[in-house]
C-alpha cells in the first residue's frame, strides 16, 4: 500500500511560479513511476507529466518546456515546478504512483488526494 499527499497549491497570478511536492509511504517508492495529473473544474482528469524510477520524464504538450517533473528517492517525495503558469493551468492537481503500465493512461494503481492550483489573470 503507498499512501500519496500532495502540497505545495495555491493562488497565483499568470506569469507565476509553483512548486508542488507528493509525498510517499513506503519503502518501495523507487520502484514506481509517479505521475501528475490536473482537472480542471467540468472537464476530465489529464496527464501532466510523469517520471520513471530512473531519470526518464514526459511531458504532455501543453506544459512541455514550462513544467519540470523530479524525485527524490532518498526523500519519498516528487515535484512538479510549474513555471509561466497560465490560466488555462487553473486545475486540481494529483500525483499518482504506478508499477507499469502507459504513464499518461488514468489506471495508476494508486492516488493522492489533490491540491488546487489557481492563476489569475
Known amino acids: 500500500q503507498v499512501q500519496l499527499v500532495e502540497s505545495g497549491g495555491g493562488l497565483v497570478q499568470a506569469g507565476g511560479s509553483l512548486r508542488l511536492s507528493c509525498a510517499a509511504s513506503g519503502r518501495t517508492f523507487s520502484s514506481y513511476a509517479m505521475g501528475w495529473f490536473r482537472q480542471a473544474s467540468g472537464k476530465e482528469r489529464e496527464f501532466v507529466a510523469a517520471?520513471?524510477?530512473?531519470?526518464?520524464?514526459y511531458y504532455a504538450h501543453s506544459v512541455k518546456g514550462r513544467f519540470t517533473i523530479s524525485r527524490d528517492n532518498a526523500k519519498n517525495t516528487v515535484y512538479l515546478q510549474m513555471n509561466s503558469l497560465k490560466p488555462e493551468d487553473t486545475a486540481v492537481y494529483y500525483c499518482?504512483?504506478?508499477?507499469?503500465?502507459?504513464?499518461?493512461?488514468?489506471?495508476?494503481?494508486?492516488w493522492g488526494q489533490g491540491t488546487q492550483v489557481t492563476v489569475s489573470s
Open positions: 517520471v520513471r524510477s530512473g531519470i526518464s520524464t
Open positions: 499518482a504512483a504506478r508499477i507499469s503500465g502507459r504513464l499518461e493512461s488514468l489506471d495508476y494503481d494508486y
